[in-house]
């Protein structure tokens, strides 16, 4: 029998701790009638202050004494608890990000609408009586209503019948209302259907992935082949075996950019029968309240997202496929700061799931951990059928240079027009937006700044308009220098993919041309008209920043030009000359996928430079070999750890001070050097002035720890921000 409390109703009360999705250090205590049973993971509302606020129960006291002086919970939601592992994944995350925990938990409830019972609406079906007389109008009614349940105002206009005739048949009971959930399951997947008939080197790469799914334990491994080696066709094997060991497994599929979710949802559609389920930004309220229940009720099996689709709360992962994993766009930058594939990792120790990392161009952190045997390494060497890998080219713009006031040497006019004599398309690379990255005034040397930040603005021809690539702000170029007011006396400086299509149709009058950037295709649609035209052969010359770098298979691209491959060696980044290998090797390889060999001629001032050498000879070993040497030498990643700490204010006085109080106060921890601070290379940001640490630690060092141990013993002015970067990815 139960003991007689301090209870409402002679039940005894337990104690609740419920994890708001609020920047908090900790879950708050609540009490709830232990007759409510309330559990772990259980969506709850509960007082705060004066407000009522949503949270996750995060753990329980059955019948504790000190329950009775609490605040009790206000309700219990009906939504589907956040499963053990996720709120492991949020402490853990929390701790490794250093972020307050419910930051973390505001990424795993990610609709809220989706907590309460799914929204329905009526329709008509036949009951199976027939109605005891026959109209002509009953008729229709009976024929249409046996075709689809739809509405009764719906059934009516389809029958061509009045309302009055359907309302009939429900009353005598020959058509009965059907309450119907807005937001239904999703489709299975066809697991009795199978891929593509796969080479030996597949079947082996596929056979080996899929005996560590079926181990069902924590296991990553590193899926290294070259771009259309046919690395998608292999991870699917590995998702059909996941899904097929159990009836709720769940596979989640990430991809770096949204842009190319679609062609992927394709090629998944094609293989299980059914489209994934999507999960990104872009996607709808409706969209996402029905994703999130069926993911957190373990029935939504094969979702393909981005980065944010991992915080979800997947009850039963078995697989989780980083696409692209050496792709940047994996570090999340803003607000909560983390590196999806390294979380990735984390999350799958915590559920006993196993990871797999695809790319032509493996991090340089995924390569050593494969090369010591933390993970497994599953090669693919060729591409898959006849096609080969392109030739590549360097062209020294000192021996080759552009004719003056150019960009593209002679060279790289012939190749784009013998593709063209062919009938095959080519890629002009250029990584950078606009027309021009400097608009300065002939008069008076004035450049044309952001005026907040610490910019250029770069001059966009189409809009015409001058924009800041950090925030977006934006003006119409102006006609007067707003310094010596001099009249249409501004200037372009170099070049933008705007300024090389121009150059491109100089040289192609009657060429079919087109520009691919975000400011082309600003959203999923856009995309999928333009690569659907470069794959119809609809265009001939494609001038593209580094969103045509990622993952685009277009058959009759034979050709392709980098412009300027020293564009990513400057700025003094660690990863830069991998970055820019991985950019390079990315793009050249989007040239003779199928069975037309492909060329590409790389553009740089500096041809002796290992990166560039390396590129040349296609020798990736031999650069990350080399990379290697270098990090290790230098105790960065992965032989080091590093973590940024970044303090801005409003004010450059503020900031400075505020910069300096924390340098004094570090704690002083062996194995770590705390660098700066000192102004960032942007110094000011949206009116923010910006200082910067750089800490760097030898491997066996808890950076999270020391970083919230050191942000804990200063109080700053409440204009101050400080922004934690662990395992930084920008330098700026
Ligand atoms: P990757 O992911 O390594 O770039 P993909 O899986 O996209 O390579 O394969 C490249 C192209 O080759 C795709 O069009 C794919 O459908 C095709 N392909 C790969 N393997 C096979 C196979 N075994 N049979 C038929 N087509 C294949």
Redesign the pocket.
């Known amino acids: 029998m139960a003991e007689e409390g301090a209870g409402d109703d002679g039940d005894t009360l337990d104690k609740v701790a419920v994890l708001f999705p609020l920047p908090l250090p900790e879950p708050f205590d609540y009490r709830a009638a232990s007759s409510l049973n309330v559990q772990p993971g259980q969506h709850v509302i509960a007082p705060i202050g004066s407000r009522l606020v949503r949270g996750v129960v995060w753990g329980v006291e059955r019948n504790h004494p000190g329950a009775a002086n609490l605040k009790a919970i206000e309700e219990v939601l009906p939504g589907t608890p956040v499963p053990e592992v996720s709120r492991a994944f949020v402490e853990w995350a929390a701790k490794y990000v250093v972020r307050p925990p419910g930051d973390l938990s505001r990424m795993v409830v990610r609709s809220p609408e989706a907590l309460f019972p799914p929204p329905t609406h009526t329709v008509i079906a036949p009951s199976g009586e027939p109605p005891p007389k026959l109209t002509d109008a009953r008729r229709r009614v009976m024929e249409e209503a046996a075709k689809e349940h739809v509405s009764a105002a719906e059934l009516a206009r389809r029958a061509e019948a009045s309302s009055a005739v359907v309302k009939g048949l429900v009353d005598c009971g020959a058509l009965v209302k059907l309450e119907i959930s807005e937001d239904p399951p999703f489709p299975n997947p066809d697991l009795a259907r199978t891929g593509?008939?796969?080479?030996a080197i597949?079947l082996a790469a596929a056979e080996e992935l899929c005996v560590s799914v079926r181990e069902h334990k924590f296991h990553v491994a590193l899926l290294d082949?070259v771009?259309?080696?046919?690395?998608?066709?292999v991870y699917l094997e590995a998702a059909a075996e996941a899904l097929k060991s159990a009836p709720n497994a769940q596979v989640l599929v990430l991809l770096p950019e949204i842009a190319l979710t679609q062609a992927a949802m394709s090629r998944f559609e094609a293989r299980f029968g059914v489209k994934p389920v999507e999960w990104h930004s872009a996607i709808q309220q409706k969209a996402r309240r029905r994703a999130w229940r069926e993911i957190a009720a373990g029935r939504a099996r094969l979702i393909v997202g981005a980065r944010s689709a991992l915080f979800l709360p997947y009850p039963n992962l078995r697989l989780i496929v980083i696409d692209e994993e050496h792709d940047p766009s994996y570090k999340q930058e803003e607000g909560v700061i983390y590196q999806a594939r390294d979380m990735a990792v984390a999350r799958a120790k915590l559920g006993d799931c196993m990871v797999v990392l695809a790319s032509a161009t493996p991090s340089l952190e995924t390569l050593v951990n494969a090369q010591a045997g933390r993970y497994a390494h599953v090669q693919l060497p060729s591409r898959?059928g006849t096609a080969e890998l392109p030739d590549v080219e360097l062209v020294d713009l000192k021996l080759d240079p552009p004719e003056k006031g150019r960009w593209l040497s002679p060279k790289l006019i012939t190749g784009a027009a013998q593709a063209l004599l062919r009938g095959e398309q080519s890629l002009f690379y250029m990584n950078r937006r606009g027309y021009a990255p400097l608009t300065l005034c002939r008069a008076c040397g004035h450049r044309m700044r952001s005026p907040d930040s610490d910019s250029w603005l770069v001059e966009h021809r189409y809009s015409g308009r001058l924009v800041c690539h950090l925030t977006g702000f934006s003006i119409p170029k102006p006609k007067e220098c707003p310094e010596c007011k001099a009249v249409d006396a501004f200037t372009s400086i170099g070049p933008g993919v705007e300024r090389i299509e121009e150059e491109v149709r100089d040289s192609f009058p009657n060429a079919r041309i087109e520009i691919f950037s975000s400011d082309t295709t600003p959203n999923g649609d856009a995309v999928r008209d333009l690569v659907a035209r470069m794959e119809n052969n609809e265009i001939d010359i494609l001038i593209g920043t580094q969103i045509v770098a990622k993952g685009h298979?277009f058959p009759n691209l034979t050709f392709v030009g980098v412009v300027d491959a020293d564009l990513g060696l400057k700025g003094g980044d660690l990863r830069a000359g991998e970055r820019t290998f991985q950019l390079v090797s990315q793009v050249a390889g989007r040239a003779g996928r199928h069975e037309k060999p492909g060329r590409a001629l790389i553009q740089t001032y500096a041809p002796h430079e290992p990166v560039m050498q390396a590129l040349a000879a296609q020798d990736r070993d031999a650069f990350f070999a080399a990379e290697v040497a270098e990090r290790e030498a230098a105790g960065m990643p992965p032989y080091g750890r590093l973590a940024a700490l970044i303090v801005s204010a409003p004010d450059e006085k503020l900031a400075a001070e505020a910069a300096k109080t924390l340098g004094e106060k570090a704690p002083h921890v062996e194995g770590l050097d705390l660098w700066g601070p000192a102004p960032a290379p942007l110094s000011v940001i949206r009116g923010m002035y910006r200082h910067r640490f750089l800490v760097r630690a030898n491997r066996g060092v808890d950076v999270s720890a020391f970083l919230a141990a050191w942000s804990a013993r200063v109080k700053l002015h409440s204009a101050v921000r400080v922004q934690i970067d662990v395992d930084p990815y920008s330098f700026l």
């Open positions: 593509k008939n796969l080479s597949q082949g771009t259309g080696s046919g690395k998608t066709e898959h298979n």
